[in-house]
């Protein structure tokens, strides 16, 4: 739960450190910064839904519900974080792809949020670093089910192949889920 706090915190961080005039630049995931906040948070909002037994398609139409408000980063941050908190690892979480453990859903939700995060610095233009611990432990937490994880298909390219083992965390992490720094 510790990375999740940490992920929450960062992607918070990085929301209120983006300029004004920002919002609508397009980012690498070929959506606005306003549009990839909103997924953020959407995800957050999924997650709870989800985690408390909702089927993917009744989480959805709870999500698309809801407003986005000036707090939504931080509610639904803190809303998700107590939602993983309520859950065993091995409950089973009704994912639009299929069922899924909520230990790997809690894995999705981790890169989501923290690549998004990198997304939006680049974006702006902001300094790119990202919380080396966050990303150590969660690149510790998401190599050896990288094979899966990317089975999945929300991802991009994968890994270019190109950084080494000895690279950063933070540069593996985005290489592998499709991200390619200059």
């Known amino acids: 739960m510790e990375l999740l706090v940490a992920a929450s915190a960062e992607f918070e961080r990085v929301v209120t450190e983006l300029p004004e005039g920002s919002w609508e630049l397009p980012t690498p995931c070929e959506v606005s910064v306003r549009e990839l906040v909103e997924h953020v948070v959407e995800g957050n909002r999924f997650?709870?839904?989800?985690?408390?037994?909702?089927?993917?398609?009744?989480a959805w139409g709870a999500v698309r519900a809801q407003k986005f408000g000036p707090d939504a980063v931080q509610e639904s941050a803190a809303g998700?974080?107590?939602?993983?908190?309520?859950?065993?690892?091995?409950?089973?979480?009704?994912?639009?792809?299929?069922?899924i453990t909520a230990e790997a859903f809690l894995r999705y939700r981790l890169v989501d949020v923290v690549?998004?995060?990198w997304d939006l610095l680049t974006t702006a233009g902001l300094?790119?670093?990202?919380?080396?611990?966050?990303t150590e432990g969660l690149w510790a937490l998401v190599e050896p089910e990288l094979a899966?994880?990317?089975?999945?298909?929300?991802y991009g390219d994968g890994p270019s192949g190109t950084v080494t083992p000895e690279a950063p965390a933070q540069l593996r992490l985005l290489d592998a889920f499709g991200r390619r720094l200059t």
């Not at 997650?47 to 009744?58: N, P, R």
């Not at 300094?127 to 966050?134: A, V, W």
């Not at 899966?148 to 929300?154: H, R």
């Open 148 to 154: 899966e994880m990317l089975a999945f298909g929300s």
């Open 80 to 99: 998700q974080v107590e939602a993983f908190r309520a859950v065993a690892g091995d409950d089973v979480v009704h994912h639009p792809a299929g069922d």
């Open 115 to 117: 690549v998004h995060a």
């Open 127 to 134: 300094d790119e670093t990202l919380n080396t611990k966050l």
């Open 47 to 58: 997650a709870v839904a989800v985690l408390a037994g909702a089927s993917a398609t009744a």
